[in-house]
């Protein structure tokens, strides 16, 4: 197993890192001894194979992550992996709260890793869900009868961005709030934006 070489970008975020620098840098010593290269993508430690992201390290509130892109194609033998919200159709996490539980876990985290390195390799991909097969809410609907420019300009983003809309447009409870958010959303999908741009 080659190790990998760190990356200064890696480098200067855990220097500014406060609540989970002790973990982060486990983490990092794990992903480098198993020969994946580091680099910083998305504000967050990335590590890569043959240029494809293999897993990112985060850190949140209550805990810390190592997030594996396609985690949901991953063996689970030790019932580690979580999806982080219902929603999540690839990528699993493994948390940790304290710095001693990746040392305790370390050579099971290692064959996690080595796991998620020859599914990268193997070339397998996901069977993402077609967007659609997710419920266009009834008030989007209203709206693309009363502006059929706004579903052409919805149709014409990418799966992506249309499965972002219609996510967030579901995720409320009440009516009221799905039009005023549909009502805010309307410029950038006029403008083929998704709902993060």
Known sequence: MTKSIASRKVDGFLKKEKKWQAEFQKLRELMLECGLTEDFKWMHPCYTVDGKNVVIIHGFKDYCAIMFQKGALMKDPDHLLIQQTKNSQAARQIRFSQAEEITAL???????????????????????????????????QHKFEEMPELKTAFEALTPGRQRGYLLYFSEVKQAKTRESRIEKAMEKIMDGKGLRD
């Open 106 to 140: 370390g050579e099971t985290i290692k064959m996690y890793i080595q796991n998620a390195i020859e599914i990268e390799k193997a070339g397998l991909e996901i069977d993402f869900k077609d967007t659609s097969e997710y419920t266009v809410p009834e008030e989007l």
